[in-house]
């Protein structure tokens, strides 16, 4: 009888997990969101045998779900490729994949020490598809092992890395330790990408092994925490960065290769490439575009107040721009977005407009485009109709143009994943 009572109560609450996860996948295909961002999990239903550890293992939460027993990807959007689930699978049963069907990406080939198809050349990081800061710190760290070898005198340098993010600083730390001759370059300032968060951003993250320092235990700390650490570990081991240096150009020579910056010329064995996946802006191509109010990314909700501010996006960095401006005193914010869902958004951003949509703190133009920018006014374009705003400032969160070009200008090779492990 115990035994009974037992297998009973397993039976509901396995149904109850059924009817919760196949309500969470039904509101996803209602609300149009259904395009993973990035790297995510595929299934073999019939390799599944309906463990749950993969679902238990997401450190997002109902990423996963159980639907008739087996594992299935059931809020696509939330996914930001941990691949924690793959780990936990006891039965081989999931694939990490890059895109889908419908939306490819763009992924540089690497081999498993992250060389490209040039022996020499590495990529580390968000540009390789991962943007998790863990896996960044963990690839500059890979990559820089990889690198390891007998110096060649003919190069005065062992590597050139380009990048000081997450990625290009723990490569940087690398370099350091094994003694190599290095030097590290970077365009702006040390974080990368994360240094260019809106201001009080909370950044998730995870305990990940840094170079020169060991264990780090960082698991959720806000950019300017961050940052400190950072520029705290840059002063203790006394790793230096050449910022305010862009790359230019990488060009072979023998065995090694000329590295090209505003300011100098590096003859090296090796480069490490961690220069993100931001790339320039994306711009909308719109007249007005070049007006002085325009910019690319938000660094002070502050400045915004008492103004009307125009954000064009619908990723988590347009959606966090424009709540954060809307919560400053005397705003009017519009979000407009060309689709009609922010399907590449968090929940958590989502959730945040939906609140300051419905409390009339925010206003959200969903399939809409700019047509022209002014100086006190936005024309918007949406179900036909054009519509003019007034307007003192824009944000346009578009993305990056990648770096493809240059990419494939050196010779890198570059795949498009659709859905491709």
């Known amino acids: 009888m115990p035994l009974v009572v037992v297998y009973i109560v397993y039976l509901r609450w396995r149904r109850k997990k059924h ?49 008739h027993g087996k594992a299935q990807l059931i809020n696509p959007t939330h996914c930001i490729g941990h691949g924690a689930c793959k780990a936990a699978c006891p039965h081989d049963a999931i694939t990490l994949v890059f895109g889908t069907e419908k939306r490819g990406i763009d992924i540089p080939f690497v081999s498993p020490s992250f060389e490209t198809n040039i022996p020499g050349i590495f990529i580390a990081g968000e540009l390789g598809g991962m943007g998790l800061i863990r896996n960044a710190i963990e690839q500059g760290r890979q990559a820089m092992a990889a690198v390891k070898r007998p110096k060649d005198k003919r190069s005065h340098y062992d590597v050139v890395i380009v990048g000081a993010g997450p990625a290009g600083f723990s490569a940087s730390l690398a370099a350091k330790q094994h003694k190599l001759r290095f030097v590290t370059i970077e ?24 170079p020169m320092i060991g264990k780090v235990q960082m698991r959720e700390t806000s950019k300017e925490a961050l940052l400190a650490f950072w520029r705290g570990v840059e002063e203790k081991t006394k790793v230096k960065i050449r910022y ?16 090209k910056t505003t300011r100098k010329t590096y003859n090296t064995s090796a480069v490490v490439l961690a ?90 133009m969903l399939s809409s485009n ?28 578009a993305g990056g143009v990648l770096p493809t070009p240059f990419l494939k200008k050196i010779g890198i090779e570059v795949e498009t994943k659709y859905g491709t492990a």
């Open 19 to 67: 009817k919760r996860s196949l309500a969470t996948l039904q509101s996803a295909i209602e609300a149009g969101l259904i395009e993973p961002p990035s790297l995510h999990p595929v299934i073999d239903p019939n390799r599944c045998l309906g463990a749950g550890s993969c679902v238990d293992a997401c450190p997002e939460g109902d990423v996963l779900g159980m639907i």
């Open 187 to 210: 365009q702006d300032t040390l974080g990368g990408t994360v240094a260019h968060y809106p201001r009080g951003k909370i950044v998730m993250t995870e305990p990940a092994t840094l």
């Open 244 to 259: 305010r240096e862009r790359l230019e150009d990488i060009t072979q020579n023998g065995n090694g290769f000329v590295v």
């Open 275 to 364: 220069i993100g996946r931001r790339g320039t802006p994306r711009k909308l191509g719109v007249r007005g575009e070049d007006l002085a109010k325009v910019v690319y990314r938000l660094i002070d909700p502050e400045q915004y107040r008492n103004q009307h501010v125009l954000v064009v996006g619908g990723g988590d960095a347009a959606l966090e721009a424009a709540t954060s401006i809307a919560d400053e005193p005397g705003t009017t914010v519009t979000l407009s977005y060309r689709s009609d869902a922010f399907s590449r958004a968090k929940e958590k951003n989502r959730k945040r407009v939906d609140v300051l949509r419905t409390g009339g703190r925010l206003r959200v």
């Open 370 to 397: 700019v047509e022209t920018i002014t100086k006190k006014q936005v024309r918007i374009k949406q179900h036909g109709d054009s519509i003019g705003i007034q307007n003192d400032a824009v944000i346009i969160c």
